[in-house]
Structure formats: C-alpha cells, structure tokens
Nanobody, 124 residues
Framework: QVQLVESGGGLVQAGGSLRLSCAAS????????MGWFRQAPGKEREFVAA????????YYADSVNGRFTISRDNAKNTVYLQMKSLKPEDTAVYYC?????????????????WGQGTQVTVSS
C-alpha cells in the first residue's frame, strides 16, 4: 500500500508560480506511475499530468501543456508539479495519485492510491 501526502498549495496571483510536492510512503514508489489531477468546485476531477516510473515519459492535459511540468525523484519518494503562468481557471484542489498499471492514464478510475489534496487558488 502507498500513502500519499501533497503539499505546496496556496494563494497566488495570476501569472505566478507554485510547486506542488507529493511524498509517498513505502519502498515501492518507483514501481508506480504517478499522476496529478485537480478538482474545482462543482466540477469533476480532471487529469493534469502523469509521469512514468523512471520519469522518462510525461503526459499533460492540453490546458496545462507548456505551463506545468511534472517530475519525480525516486530516491526521495516524491513527485512534483511545477506550475507557471497560473490562471484563475487553475484554481482547484490538486491531488496526486499512484497507478500500478501503464503510465499516462488520464482516467481517475485507473489510479490505485490518492492523496488528500492541496488547495491552489489563483487570484485575478
């Protein structure tokens, strides 16, 4: 089993940057593909980015491609989401998730473990 804890959220002005972190427990972190999702009030949880086990392959939603970067450090059991040029529409609770299947899944149902989420608020 994997436990995930997100951090790094907060309030930022439009155009600003934030870096989210997701720390995983256990010694099997490198055996999971990882993903970031977000959920805005009244909306469904949506895919943001994903990364393969070694970090060699990365996947992004069209809405964040070119502004967000996903990365991971398997030695630290941590996955990151660097967010730049933030927009008010990026406001949401951001979740990291672990997937025992193939990397790059964009469906919530494909992921096995979830963190509790961290709030990101972008003011205009």
């Amino acid at each position: 089993q994997v436990q995930l804890v997100e951090s790094g959220g907060g309030l930022v002005q439009a155009g600003g940057s934030l870096r989210l972190s997701c720390a995983a427990s256990g010694r099997t972190f490198s055996s999971y593909a990882m993903g970031w999702f977000r959920q805005a009030p009244g909306k469904e949880r949506e895919f943001v980015a994903a990364i393969s086990r070694t970090g060699g392959r990365r996947y992004y939603a069209d809405s964040v491609n070119g502004r967000f970067t996903i990365s991971r450090d398997n030695a630290k059991n941590t996955v990151y989401l660097q967010m730049k040029s933030l927009k008010p529409e990026d406001t949401a609770v951001y979740y990291c998730a672990a997937d025992s299947g193939p990397p790059g899944n964009m469906r919530v149902s494909e992921y096995d473990y979830w963190g509790q989420g961290t709030q990101v608020t972008v003011s205009s």
